[in-house]
């Protein structure tokens, strides 16, 4: 088999790997790059977007540094990804009221894909998107392993993903997200909910939560954290949608202590479908954990006029560098001015040094191939 990064190699996202024998062409992910500017044209890989010059793409998960070109490539070659994961980004896109995209087949766990001469096995990872996967695909007696975004410190433990892997392969094209961050260490989705127990505990006002609606561990973390500390957990009409698709499994407003609400009377029907929702009157009297946007700004002031904010908190679980955006800015010191106190809760999606190394470890290739990373001269490891 042939390996061609297209693009993902020195820098996180955007990633589109192809894999070929003399008969098939398949392509992993197809990535839009995390810099807006450059999206603004197609890449020019010939026969994807006008033409089936590929047998098949498959798709890690659903960010779109993986996702992205999907919207444009060819509707005559076969797409893979997720079930779960397609669910989740067909409930965002009809949110949006964008077009969506409709896979040919889903990745499950193990069951094994064959595309032409490839076998391509899915194994079901941890990250901070829900039904991720890697990907291994077999040709000519040569197994090549690729991780996509994975993480060691979920809530799935690693131990079990690692038992599954397999135990030799040629190449392994592997993701090094956080190899940049010097001696950085990933603490786990559970110890991130204890700090999130504790902070809601100690201010008993109003709490904000800032994170990703797509992060659906995330959202299991903190609706966990505000049962434990006696609060009802809201979510605005985003995160239900997605959350529902995720699965019943996951926090949404059929559970009993979920509610979900609208911040604008154009989503007045869409709201309609749950019968736990709640206006802002009641969310004033109750004692919650609210799920917020920088979007939501305006809600939020007005919020603020129905009820004290004294002891209140935001949580920041992001990445800390949106910060420094101006968007980010602005949302964070209206919010400290309306009196809450902003905490930074977070944990990485992406693996740190020791995860990473134990998969290595695991798999034990002849030939790494770092990507999705900034420093691709640090995935060295003594096996
Ligand atoms: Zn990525
Ligand atoms: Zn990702």
Known sequence: MTVTIHRGQNQIGGNIIEISTAKTKILLDVGLELDDEKNKKLP?????????????????????????????????????????????????????????????????????????????TPYLCDHSAFDSYMLLCEADDEKIFYTGDFRGNGRKPYDWLLSELPKKVDKLICEGTTLSRDGYVAISEQELESQAVELFRENNGPGFILQSSMNIDRIVTMYRAAKRSERIFLQELYMADIATA???????????????????GTRHEGLKKYSHRMGKDRIAKTHFA??????????????????SFEDGVLVYSFWSGYKETEDMKHFLSECENLGLKIVTLHTSGHADYESIKKLVNTVNPDEIIPIHTEAPEKMIFST
């Open 44 to 120: 020019d890989i010939k026969g994807l977007f006008d033409s089936k010059g590929f047998d098949a793409v498959f798709i890690s998960h659903y960010h779109g540094d993986h996702l992205g070109l999907a919207y444009h490539i060819h509707k005559d070659i076969p797409l893979y990804m997720g079930e779960k994961s397609a669910k989740v980004i067909q409930a965002s896109d009809a949110y949006k009221r964008v077009p969506t995209i409709e896979p040919y087949g889903f990745l499950k766990h193990k069951e094994k894909i064959v595309v032409g001469d490839i076998i391509v």
């Open 290 to 307: 609210m799920c917020v946007r920088t979007s939501m700004l305006q809600y939020i002031k007005d919020l603020s006029k129905k009820m």
């Open 246 to 264: 995720a699965g019943s499994s996951i926090p949404n407003p059929a559970f009993n202590d979920v509610y979900a609400f609208i911040t604008s």
